[in-house]
């Protein structure tokens, strides 16, 4: 039995950040070395074509998806830093 009480507690609770595999790539492109599609692949389970359809995603969602090459020539895909002006709004 559910009272008024509980739900109104229930409400005011913070909600726990669910770890789902798009928040594990956005991490790893977050990361300062950015990361290459061997790491994101493996990190999600993914295949490759599915990790780029999701970087072009985080593109159309407004986020700059920078991919440059490595001194090894391993290209590394990288997020840039998100203005706190831009978090809030």
């Not at 790539?25 to 993914?46: N, Q, Y």
């Not at 999701?54 to 986020?63: A, I, Q, S």
């Not at 840039?80 to 809030?88: D, N, S």
Request: glycine letters at 6%.
């Amino acid at each position: 039995m559910t009272t008024t009480a509980n739900k109104k507690t229930a409400a005011k609770r913070p909600m726990a950040t669910k770890a789902t595999k798009a928040s594990a790539v956005k991490e790893l492109l977050e990361r300062e070395d950015g990361a290459d599609l061997e790491a994101i692949c493996k990190a999600t389970g993914w295949q490759s074509h599915s990790c780029r359809a999701f970087m072009t995603g985080l593109r159309k969602k407004g986020r700059e998806v920078v991919r440059y090459k490595n001194d090894k020539g391993t290209s590394i895909y990288k997020l840039t830093p998100v203005e706190a002006e831009e978090k809030q709004g």
